[in-house]
């Protein structure tokens, strides 16, 4: 009987995993397609912006630019990958200052795919979790007086939350702790 209820909690602890990951794949799939969506959004709306002065200035006909349009390698721009969910915690081994890095990279690098604050906001707020998304939430609505209205006031928030003020002091007494030891 025993033997029968360890084999359930491992199906149901199997089941859980698959879910979560399957979860977690339907999420990247869905950040990728986005990415892409406004890619060739851009791409059209920049061809319809350009007027018959423009499309004669750069020597293409309509049909050379919807060619290259088409074209694999000027269509999709490379995806970076999505930093680490941070969650004040550094089980993972990623401090804030790395985990900021790569966020700003992330959203630097495919600023076609988060075009505007908002979705910047709401990039950055879904690379966190746990008690630091607690802490952020209520910023995050709209209807909030004090919501974020830049990507840049976010960082600032959490860089008084997570960010080490001394870090320039720090490194200084690390480093003379070191030249101490080599002597």
């Not at 630019?65 to 000027?74: A, I, V």
């Amino acid at each position: 009987m025993s033997r029968q209820l360890t084999t359930e909690e491992e199906l149901a602890e199997t089941l859980h995993y698959f879910e979560k990951t399957q979860h977690e794949e339907h999420k990247e799939a869905t950040h990728r397609l986005a990415a892409r969506s406004a890619t060739i959004a851009r791409k059209e709306t920049l061809y319809q912006r350009a007027d018959n002065e423009d499309e004669k200035a750069s020597g293409l006909t309509e049909a050379e630019f919807y060619k290259k349009l088409k074209d694999p390698k000027t269509l999709y721009q490379e995806i970076l990958p999505d930093p680490l969910l941070f969650d004040s915690t550094s089980k993972d081994g990623v401090t804030f200052d790395n985990w900021l890095i790569q966020l700003q990279n992330k959203l630097r690098g495919n600023a076609d795919a988060y075009s505007t604050e908002d979705l910047r906001i709401i990039y950055a707020a879904g690379r966190v979790s746990g008690d630091t998304l607690a802490l952020i939430s209520p910023r995050l609505s709209a209807a909030n007086c004090h919501a974020y209205e830049t990507v840049d006031e976010l960082y600032e928030h959490l860089y008084e939350l997570y960010g080490n003020p001394n870090k320039e002091c720090n490194a200084h007494q690390s480093f003379k702790d070191l030249a101490m030891k080599k002597g």
